[in-house]
């Protein structure tokens, strides 16, 4: 398929034949990116996958995601009078922005050049499609990261009645990863704390906990990591919208995301509430159950975990509180022997 020119143009400024790419293949790239430029949406979709192979493995990125992403965001310009290949060039550049591991280098450089792009982004923030909507905040958080303009809008989307509550937490998300981003965590905590006292929908009350509590630096508000907890026990309707968030909590599901949380940022505070949340398993769905001891034994029962008890707490108080458990009901045991076995816990100790 012939190659506009104004790609030609980028392509051109690459060294294809020895750039970083996951699988050494990067010479394929340009026919490739040209692909995704194309109006028949079969041979997008193969380009975009085959694109995919080579510049993110394992949550890894490389030299080639950076430009892959630079190139696509200059192309956008001339797509405007192609919605269909403008939507796809968008929901790539977001499918780059949420990886986990995006700010390394050449991240800076990459968000630099899609300046061009924000007052675009800031339109697309507000549409009504709520696809577009999120896809546009996520950009925006990093592409947007030095303006407080992006913050406003951020601000003003979690706060609109009138939005889904599902917009609403994705927007309250975004505003937290930009204050990180941004790094405005002072500001942050003087704005989200007294929200967290106002807010009066569980779910948004529980992200802005969430997201005071990553940036506590083992200090946080016991209210903050007891609503917290309280979710992890729940089993409800928070858990399941949280696991619509994946761009904010991971592949690995929300009661691993927030036991990691806790446990990464304020291990003392999750050292208080183990035995609790513990204690209280059996009461709960066996899903359920079964979502929290996987994330309870991948977090606190690795390799050598026995020899951390003395220097981690919050592992000795979860095999004490499981030992009690199984004292009061060996059947919950029973029950969960295969992923503690998998771990290698030790009760009884």
Same mark, same amino acid.
């Given at each position: 398929m012939p190659v506009p020119d104004y790609l030609q143009k980028e392509l051109d400024n690459i060294d294809?034949?020895?750039?970083?790419?996951?699988?050494?293949?990067?010479?394929?790239?340009?026919?490739?990116?040209?692909?995704?430029?194309?109006?028949?949406?079969?041979?997008a979709a193969a380009a975009a996958t085959r694109i995919w192979w080579k510049i993110v493995y394992q949550e890894d990125v490389f030299e080639a995601t950076y430009t892959t992403a630079t190139i696509?965001?200059?192309?956008?310009?001339?797509?405007i009078d192609k919605p269909v290949v403008t939507e796809r060039l968008f929901g790539f550049l977001y499918e780059i922005m949420i990886q986990p591991n995006i700010r390394r280098d050449g991240y800076e450089d990459m968000v630099s050049s899609m300046a061009f792009l924000i007052p675009r982004l800031y339109q697309r923030a507000g549409v009504e499609d709520r696809l577009t909507a999120s896809q546009a905040q996520y950009i925006l958080i990093h592409v947007g990261k030095n303006l407080p303009e992006t913050a406003t809008l951020l601000r003003r #989307?979690?706060? *609109?009645?009138?939005?889904?509550r599902e917009r609403r937490a994705y927007a309250? !998300?975004? @505003?937290?990863?930009?204050? #990180?981003?941004? *790094?405005?965590?002072?500001?942050?905590d003087t704005y989200?704390?007294?929200? !967290?006292? @106002?807010?009066?929908?569980?779910?948004?009350?529980?992200?802005?906990?969430?997201?005071?509590?990553?940036?506590?630096?083992d200090n946080?508000?016991?209210?903050?990591?007891?609503?917290?907890?309280?979710?992890?026990g729940s089993e409800g309707k928070i858990i399941a919208a949280l696991e619509d968030m994946q761009p904010f909590i991971g592949e690995n599901g929300a009661p691993q995301y927030l036991i990691d949380l806790l446990y990464n940022t304020n291990g003392t505070a999750l050292a208080k509430h183990i035995r609790s949340l513990i204690m209280a398993l059996p009461s709960c769905a066996l899903t359920h159950q079964q979502a929290l001891m996987g994330a309870i034994c991948s977090t606190l029962f690795t390799p050598g975990y026995f020899e951390?008890?003395?220097?981690?707490?919050?592992?000795?108080?979860?095999?004490?509180a499981l030992t009690e458990l199984g004292e009061k009901d060996p059947a919950f045991i029973t029950v969960h022997h295969e992923?503690?076995?998998?771990?290698?816990?030790?009760?009884g100790i």
């Open positions: 294809w034949d020895h750039i970083e790419t996951s699988n050494r293949q990067g010479e394929e790239l340009p026919a490739e990116i040209n692909g995704l430029l194309s109006g028949d949406d079969e041979i696509i965001a200059r192309m956008l310009p001339y797509c #989307e979690w706060q *609109d009645i009138n939005h889904a309250l !998300f975004c @505003l937290g990863r930009w204050y #990180e981003l941004a *790094d405005e965590l002072n500001e942050m989200l704390a007294s929200a !967290f006292q @106002l807010e009066t929908d569980v779910l948004l009350q529980a992200i802005i906990a969430i997201n005071l509590v990553r940036n506590a630096d946080a508000q016991d209210s903050w990591v007891t609503y917290i907890m309280d979710i992890l951390m008890m003395e220097v981690i707490p919050v592992i000795g108080h979860a095999l004490r992923v503690l076995s998998s771990y290698e816990v030790r009760l």
